[in-house]
């Protein structure tokens, strides 16, 4: 990934996890590595070539990593967090806390997920 100016640190990580399916794809990988239809069917309502560019994108920028399964293609491959993705964890932790505990500001109806902590405990 070529590097690029920014404005501020906050913009750089933006850039790399903005949007509406990076985020979403970085939490369905915070546990185990997943794959291509497992996150599609984690992800209501991304396309296929959505998930595709996504995907390129955050392996683009060293977040994500790709394996092949097997020796031939038909075995699939598995997308994981690699050491920079998992260092992401701390931040989409505190996203999905800050988003619960504000969730009655924003949402119709709620989430459904139970009161969160992570690994941690926090």
């Known amino acids: ?37 497992e996150l599609r069917r984690l992800s209501p309502g991304i396309t296929q070539a959505t998930l595709t560019r996504e995907l390129r994108d955050l392996e683009a920028s060293g977040l994500v990593e790709r394996s092949v399964l097997g020796r031939d293609r038909l075995s699939g491959v598995e997308y994981a967090l690699s050491p920079k993705g998992e260092s992401l964890k701390p931040i989409l932790y505190a996203m999905i806390r ?3 505990a504000n969730q009655s500001d924003y949402v119709i109806g709620e989430f459904g997920m139970a009161p969160f902590t992570n690994s941690r405990g926090s």
Do not use: D, Q, T, V
């Open 1 to 37: 990934m070529a590097k690029k100016k920014f404005n501020c640190p906050a913009e750089l990580c933006l850039s790399l996890i903005g949007g509406r399916w990076k985020a979403i794809l970085l939490y369905n990988m915070r546990k185990s590595p997943r794959r291509f239809g």
């Open 98 to 100: 800050w988003g619960i």
